[in-house]
């Protein structure tokens, strides 16, 4: 009876660290998806904000250790080498303090990452020069403005900070916030767009803007802290694994009678 309990204990270690390798791939993946992102949001604040850097380079770090461990945990469980499962351990503990404190990390620094939002596309607004020379933040923000739907980051008015955008003597807008309707699945437009000539309007009236009313602050905080939400999600999946494993390392730890070093594997 003895013998079937430690080869089930094994078996489910085994399996464990499977799906912990798998989830520490999974956390991995995101914190490079967050540095190489150049399509949505998350570039503008990657290339802007430190902390988020730092919480991306955290969780790659984790991620890779990780899946370290899910392999050396799996050769420990099926080989039972009692060493193996003791630094398995003991470094399972150590991931699991280096998780806690990056959702510690994230959860206290989300309302000044939103802050932080807020200026840093404030600026983009104020600076936009539109000349389509590559200026990836800018090409960046029309992007999001266009696939989102929305205007400015609280408003449409805040392109009104804008002093060249302003100068226009007609109706002249940023042409990634006009409103297509939903016939929006052509390229981005960027730059600035004039407005059919109105000889009954003068100057560059915001109000007469073909663009979205909406801001686009909302929408963006809603995607981050849904995104955000995933990786926590994952980084507690992982949490949950490592306690089952810690717990079915001991175990089999307890149970394997003496050490054996001729079944480690030798490379």
């Known amino acids: 009876m003895g013998s079937a309990c430690i080869k089930v204990t094994k078996y489910f270690l085994f399996l464990f660290n499977l799906l912990f390798f798998i989830l520490g791939a999974v956390i991995l993946g995101f914190g490079v998806w967050i540095l190489v992102d150049k399509n949505s949001f ?8 430190n902390s988020l850097r730092i919480g991306a380079y955290v969780f790659i770090s984790v991620g890779s250790v990780t899946m370290l461990m899910g392999f050396l945990g799996c050769i420990g469980a099926v080989n039972e080498v ?6 398995y351990f003991a470094f399972l503990l150590l991931i699991l303090i280096a998780q806690v404190a990056a959702g510690t990390f994230f959860y206290f620094k989300m309302d000044e990452l939103k802050q932080e939002m807020g200026g840093i596309v404030t600026k983009i607004i104020r600076d936009y020069k539109g000349s389509g020379d590559g200026d990836r933040l800018e090409e960046t923000w029309d992007y999001v403005q266009a696939q989102v739907k929305c205007c400015g980051w609280v408003s449409f008015y805040n392109w009104t900070e804008n002093q060249e955008l302003m100068s226009y003597g007609n109706t002249t807008y940023p042409c990634s916030c006009k409103d297509e309707g939903d016939q929006n699945d052509g390229p981005v437009k960027t730059g600035f767009c004039q407005a059919p000539n109105n000889s009954t309007q003068s100057g560059n009236n915001p109000e007469n803007w073909p663009v979205y009313r909406e ?3 909302e929408k963006t905080q809603a995607w981050l802290q849904e995104n955000l939400g995933i990786i926590l999600g994952a980084c507690v999946g992982v949490a949950i694994i490592e306690f089952l494993g810690m717990f079915l390392s001991i175990c089999l730890c307890r149970h394997i009678q003496s050490e054996d070093y ?6």
Not at 42 to 49: D, E, F, H, K, P
């Open 215 to 217: 801001g686009c602050m």
């Open 82 to 87: 009692r060493c193996l499962l003791g630094l």
């Open 42 to 49: 998350i570039s503008v604040l990657q290339t802007s904000s």
């Open 262 to 267: 001729s079944k480690v594997p030798k490379y």
